[in-house]
């Protein structure tokens, strides 16, 4: 690992970083550009700082990666992994193997560094600084040597980031009193029904509670009564950011609600870090009313690219620092930054609540971005025995609820039963 020390940058130089299959990945290959003199080139020292180093890989978290407002998507995580990997055109890297540098990001679509040359003591070297990895995913067919470039890099690596098997029955009952199954109440399509009729429904075909949206105009006291007539209970809120977050939370508490799900906003016209406080801040505001009323704000990782990471999102928990504040952790939404059951391990007790959809892989490649959402809970490629293990091992006892694709009774009741074998409640 580069020495922090002395690193100021007296000119720069760009490499493509070149595997064996660099002629697969070639149109993929997209790197930003920035100048030499452009804010870019930052100090080593302020993204080394937060490095965490094992002796398979050197991990950067995104929140240290320098941004750009030309950027279109903050890279998930940076890896530096020992591999053989050619610097430049005619020559290999002069550092060791394991400082040759790999910047990766989601499907192993894109593969770049950059190099800064310093002098020390007049000795020239190569210092190498990760920056940024812009990728278009759903661009990416199957690479069919893609298993070999991986187990090339790191094996370590290889398991984070290889598609999960399908997965398999659970054992009968494994999560029984663990966890709580409910359902969006937006899923719901049978128009005729009233509110009561409808969370009666849903407490038949086996579910224990639901999630409402917030919008202007809510008649909250008709879910009350609802609740009330049908023993049914709206566990959380869905934010719609209308009314506002304390608003949201006073109307969960008015209901029996535990939660308010947030949705950070996130404009990839500014700088990463102007959103990250800019949310911060409206999270806190909410903070007085989540401990007054006893309802806990959760913040949800979604496609907007922001906190696509684990350790990004742990770090945003970290530092709010509430006990009335913590992550709504989607299984689904996260693989296509990365392995759901790595990140329960990471985030641990910082997971309020859960969201349940499936993600498969095969259909993501083949047949487009949004298309990995469309097979049905169990029939994707989550691993869901891996998830389980992971859930039992931070201790997780909670919500975990469906937020897939609708229907009538019978549509939610196979939800249901599906959900019962993916998560071990049967």
Known sequence: MPSPRNSTALSAQRFTAQSRISSTFAPFLRCFREKPDDSFSTDIRSVWRFATVSTTAVRIPPHAIPTSPASELAVSNVLCVPSAIRIG?????????????????????????????????????????????????????????????????????????????????????????????????????????????????????????????????????????????????????????????????????????????????????????ESWKETQSVIRKGLPAAEKYEVKILVENVWAGFLISALDTERYVDEINHPWFGSYFDVGNNVRWGVPQHWIQILGDRIGKLDIKEWDEKKHASEGLRAGFSSELGEGTIDWPAVRAALREIGYKGWATAEVKGGNRERLADISRRMDNILGLA
């Open 89 to 273: 055109p005619t020559r290999s890297s002069p550092l060791p193997s394991r400082m040759r540098t790999l910047v990766a990001s989601g499907g192993w679509s894109t593969a770049s560094v950059v190099a800064k040359k310093s002098r020390d003591n007049g000795a020239s070297r190569y210092r190498y600084h990760a920056l940024r990895a812009l990728v278009e995913i759903s661009t990416l067919p199957r690479m069919t040597n893609r298993r070999d470039f991986i187990t090339r890099s790191s094996a370590a690596l290889a398991a984070a980031t290889i598609p999960a098997v399908a997965s398999t029955p659970s054992q009968a009952g494994e999560m029984t009193g663990i966890l709580k199954k409910g359902v969006k109440f937006s899923m719901v399509k049978e128009p005729g029904m009233s509110v009561v009729d409808q969370f009666k429904m849903l407490k038949e075909v086996g579910f224990h509670g639901t999630e409402l949206r917030t919008e202007n105009n809510v008649d909250y006291k008709m879910y009350r009564e609802a609740v009330e007539k049908s023993d049914f209970p709206v566990h959380g809120i869905v934010n719609s950011n209308k009314p506002d977050l304390e608003t949201a939370v006073k109307f969960a508490s008015d209901i029996g609600g535990t939660s308010v799900l947030y949705v950070a906003k996130y404009d990839r016209d500014r700088p990463l870090m």
